[in-house]
């Protein structure tokens, strides 16, 4: 069917719920800068400590000090202050490789010795479909402790990954995986199940320069 202008004509939509915590333009002008700066500017700063400093403070996300997120990575968010409210954690000896997309408007936990591969994309937030509003809806996303996400793989609202399951490259994870579970596809069923033993490591590795 052809959309008219008409049809076009309803309820207008409040595809965002920014600015949840912007007063006025000049507030919202700083925002985006920081929304900038922390995207496109300091996500290709070629250290973690930088980096880390950054998300901690400008973006308000818990990152434990032996947790690396690499460069190029993406991070959705409103405000700090939204960031603080709603939660953005990332547990010890956790590593968010590079180019991934982490929503953080809704709440987002990652546990510990969490390793999520390069280009990998978490939402937390939606449209609702069917409202004439076309709201944004935000759910959580928790991923236990030693959950590996495979590249590319994409994590949709709401969803829980069982502590040490693993999500294959590729995949479009729909609901809960359940823990030590190996899930693929599009959308993602189990295909397989890890040994308890297999998910108990540490993940010492060291943070180099330019990674
Ligand atoms: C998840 C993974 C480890 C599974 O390995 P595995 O347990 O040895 O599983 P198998 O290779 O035996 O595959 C089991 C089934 O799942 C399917 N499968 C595996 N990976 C898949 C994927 N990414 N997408 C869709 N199906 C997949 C296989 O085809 C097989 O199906 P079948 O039984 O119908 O033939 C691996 O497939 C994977 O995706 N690794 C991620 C690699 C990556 O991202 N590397 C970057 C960081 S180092």
């Known amino acids: 069917m052809i959309a008219t202008a008409q049809s076009n004509a309803g309820t207008r939509a409040h595809a965002e719920p920014e600015p949840v915590d912007a007063g006025d333009p ?38 434990a000090p032996d947790a690396g997120i690499h460069l190029g990575c993406y991070v959705w968010s409103y405000t700090s202050r939204q960031v603080k409210r709603t939660g953005f954690r990332i547990g010890a000896h956790s590593r968010v490789n590079r180019g991934c997309c982490l929503d953080a408007r809704g709440r987002l936990d990652i546990g510990q010795n969490v390793s999520i591969s390069p280009e990998v994309t978490i939402l937390t937030a939606s449209h609702a479909v069917n409202a004439p509003d076309f709201r944004v809806e935000l759910s959580p996303v928790v991923i236990e402790d030693n959950v590996w996400i495979g590249t590319r793989a994409t994590i949709l609202p709401g ?31 189990e295909v397989g199940t890890r040994d308890a033993g297999a998910a108990e490591y540490v993940l010492d590795t060291p943070f180099p320069l330019f990674e």
């Open 159 to 189: 969803v829980t990954l069982g502590r040490g399951s693993v999500v294959a490259a590729g995949s479009v994870v729909t609901r809960d995986v359940p823990a030590l579970s190996i899930v693929a596809g599009v959308p993602a069923r």
């Open 26 to 63: 000049a507030t919202l002008f700083v925002l985006r800068v920081i929304h900038f700066v922390t995207n496109y500017v300091v996500s290709h700063l070629p250290s973690f400590g930088l980096r880390r400093m950054w998300y901690r403070h400008a973006v308000g996300a818990t990152i």
